[in-house]
């Protein structure tokens, strides 16, 4: 009995041991947000990563408080991955040798053309950095990059059925991209609710009534109202999208994003073509 007893005690002690060696090989990774956090494990193999985002997607970047709970998780991360500028990493301080910041280089990466070119620039700086995964890496690239091109394909497909390429819209300047490869016409751009004077609303509204703009297009983390007043004023729809992937995952945020402009563009369709 107390052989047995011995032999459990080894047995569970060398079980301890084989987790904290997998445990040990295991790199943190901590991403600014769910747009980058998403982009990793989609490259990195499960079995050796761990990542975790800072930023809830809903949030502003320009506005979120760094809290105690996220500075701990970074301390204890191999390697912290952010887009160059994001304020709140700013107020970290953490060892510049763990971070690495990535340039959009002026791209929304949610748009799927340049989310695919972001699966490009971090596959590369991850193979530099952990060389050992380098091909595991390169085979999931392409495969992340083939599941986006299907998407996006079916996507496009509903939006050349429902005839929105070339329709004008006005939205946030951090949604033209995507609406741009929408197919949309962005006439008119605007920033933050803070930079929105009586002079630029006026002009929104001259330019909106002027091309007969078939929506008005927030962005969630800038201010989901901003745009609310202009477009009631035109009595046109007021949409809001996401800049960034929801815990859906980023495949189903696009998703979501089309299919809330899609719904609102059909109904405006049809009702400036009967008063036409």
Known sequence: MMVAIALACVSTDCANKSED???KNVHIIVASDTLLSGM???LLPPSRYSIEAILPPGQCPGHYDVKLSDIE???KAALIVSFRGMPFMNKTKLDERTQLLVDAE???WMAPDSYRYGLGVLAKEFSKRFPEDRHEISIRKEKAIQEVEAEETSLIERIK????PGMP????SMQKEPLTWIGFRVVAEYGRQEAMSTREVVRLLEIGKNQRVLMVVDNLQSGPDVGKGIAETLSVPHVVLTNFPSEKGY???LRENVNAVLSAATGEVKKQRSTL
């Not at 059925?161 to 929105?164: D, F, I, K, P, R």
């Open 21 to 23: 060696r997998r445990a």
């Open 251 to 253: 495949l189903e945020t």
């Open 40 to 42: 990793l494990a989609s």
């Open 106 to 108: 002026g791209r929304n």
């Open 73 to 75: 998780k970074m301390k």
């Open 161 to 164: 059925q429902a005839g929105l």
């Open 169 to 172: 819209v006005i939205a946030s």
